[in-house]
């Protein structure tokens, strides 16, 4: 599996952004799928996910109730919307995926990714 992101950009405080992730690969539909960010400075966190199959998502507390994540499995493609977008949400963001629907195994931490974007940034201006 390949994975593209796209859609960043520069936004201010307050502003929305919605990142894409075009997949290659068979059954794709699949796959968990996620986004990672990594501010400057910092290690890579966990965002957002969503499971293969049954489609359950998954947020870090910072972004709940302002991002929401989608997959449109037609296309192969895996969206983020972020909305009330802050500075601290500056940072690369990653898509990544699994071969995999169960979220006990695979959990927030990279390790438990196979699959990786080459990152898009997005800049939150105050």
């Known amino acids: 599996v390949q994975l593209q992101a796209s859609g960043g950009g520069l936004v201010q405080a307050g502003g929305s952004l919605r990142l894409s992730c075009a997949a290659s690969?068979?059954?794709?539909?699949?796959?968990?799928v996620g986004w990672f960010r990594q501010a400057p400075g910092k290690g890579r966190e966990f965002a957002a996910a969503?499971?293969?199959?049954?489609?359950?998502?998954y947020y870090t507390d910072s972004v709940k109730g302002r991002f929401t994540i989608s997959r449109d499995n037609a296309k192969n493609t895996v969206y983020l919307q972020m909305n009330s977008l802050k500075p601290e949400d500056t940072a690369v963001y990653y898509c990544?995926?699994?071969?995999?629907?169960?979220?006990?195994?695979?959990?927030?931490?990279?390790?438990?990714?196979?699959?990786w974007g080459q990152g898009t940034l997005v800049t939150v201006s105050s």
């Open positions: 690969g068979r059954a794709f539909s699949s796959y968990t």
């Open positions: 990544a995926a699994v071969a995999s629907q169960d979220w006990a195994r695979i959990g927030v931490h990279p390790l438990g990714w196979d699959y």
């Open positions: 969503m499971t293969g199959g049954v489609g359950s998502t």
